[in-house]
């Protein structure tokens, strides 16, 4: 090859190498690809050229987390930063997403609905809420959109106070629902059906939520598929589900609820994460050794191996015939740190156990300390497989590492 061939060759090599691949896509792509940034971040990218002066201000998604703010003033920075995005975008396009987390204690009701309210007058889609304030500090707006498909909010107030979820939504397309920190009204026949109105409800996430007055949490879909609960409290409460299509149930936290099963021979898959607290240890056991037992259908069960010390609580655990299970063709146990906190019991706590014998266990079982021992897994790994003729068993690290089968 001549020498002035390879120097054409070299020369269209570098301009390769230096062309902005990025800014010959076109817009709507690059607006997609923004979408997924921080609104802070996405507005930075107008210094680049002068293609991308005013991109961002066509942005579909905005993304605005106080957390990304530092120094001096901060939450005055973040508010006056979320007023000029609003005041300079173009109002000529939809916004289909709007995810604002303010946990700042100044959080101003004014900034807050002054955003709610622009979200819904360009045809939001898609909320995500974080606050720090009063559920009656919340738009109404926000409770009746016929647009809205995705809502999902958190609001920490003051301790001891309650956040009330609404009685009265308006929400005919909602399909993804996911609350924090709510407790849920009672009505005359001691119930809470806080989800009845919602027609067309696929996902459900209820985290630190509780029930007014210990009453019952009812929740009754036709199309709810996907299910999750967190719980870090021993709120006492029940649950009735009423749920043909559920397919998927997650559970993370203290098993401290009594779960009523009704219907729910779609349910497939479950992963649990459960654990204790060192007053609560006779309690939880019980409960998810109920759930377990009303698992006909599932055909996958993830479990950690916190979840499986807290079945092993149970006194006489390995001797019980479970009834349920019997069509499971995967359990996948993790192998976690496990941080339960569990104590030794002191005996006023054991006023509620049957017999000596039982309170003797108990301690036993508190004992053997935090850790699941190869012979204690093994031992309620082979009570869950009472009755699948033939299952998958996976024991994985928390990295997914794969540490042993069994089959």
Not at 253 to 264: A, C, F, K, L, M
Not at 351 to 366: G, L, N, R, T, Y
Request: aromatic share 10%.
């Amino acid at each position: 090859m001549s020498n002035s061939v390879m120097k054409k060759v070299e020369i269209s090599d570098n301009n390769v190498h230096n062309k902005d691949m990025l800014s010959d896509l076109p817009d709507c792509i690059i607006l997609h690809i923004l979408s997924f940034l921080i609104t802070k971040h996405a507005v930075t990218t107008c210094v680049l050229s002068s293609r991308w002066k005013d991109l961002w201000k066509r942005l579909p998604a905005l993304i605005f987390h106080i957390s990304d703010f530092r120094g001096f003033r901060t939450n005055k920075i973040f508010s006056e930063f979320v007023s000029k995005v609003l005041s300079l975008r173009d109002p000529s396009v939809s916004l289909h997403t709007l995810d604002y987390e303010n946990i700042s204690h100044l959080l101003e009701p004014q900034a807050l609905e002054s955003i709610v309210n622009y979200a819904f007058s360009h045809n939001v889609q898609r909320i995500r809420l974080s606050v720090t304030t009063g559920i009656a500090q919340i738009p109404v707006a926000l409770f009746s959109s016929q647009n809205l498909t995705h809502l999902s909010l958190s609001i920490s107030i003051c301790y001891g106070c309650e956040n009330l979820f609404p009685k009265s939504l308006n929400l005919p397309v909602l399909s993804t629902l996911e609350l924090e920190n709510f407790t849920f009204f009672v009505g005359d026949n001691d119930c809470a059906e806080p989800f009845s109105t919602f027609n067309r409800l696929n996902r459900l996430l209820i985290s630190h939520c509780n029930v007014e007055n210990w009453g019952t949490l009812c929740i009754s879909s036709a199309t709810l598929v996907d299910f999750t609960m967190y719980n870090d409290s021993d709120d006492y409460y029940k649950i009735e589900l009423c749920t043909p299509s559920l397919y998927t149930f997650a559970f993370r936290g203290v098993p401290y609820h009594d779960i009523s099963w009704s219907n729910i021979s779609s349910l497939k898959h479950v992963d649990i994460d459960a654990e204790v607290f060192p007053y609560t240890c006779y309690g939880p056991p019980l409960f998810l050794f109920n759930w377990l037992s009303e698992f006909a259908n599932i055909k996958s069960l993830t479990v950690t191996a916190t979840t499986l010390k807290v079945l092993s609580l149970i006194p006489g655990l390995l001797k019980f015939k479970i009834p349920s299970l019997g069509k499971l063709k995967s359990l996948k146990v993790k192998i976690d740190e496990i941080q339960c906190g569990l104590l030794t019991l002191s005996n006023d706590k054991l006023q509620d156990v049957k017999s000596k014998k039982e309170a003797a266990m108990i301690h036993k079982a508190f004992d053997l300390g935090l850790e699941l021992s190869p012979l204690e897994l093994d031992g309620v790994v082979d009570f869950v497989l009472q009755n699948p003729p033939s299952v998958k068993v996976d024991i994985v690290d928390c990295g997914k590492k794969l540490l042993r089968k069994r089959h």
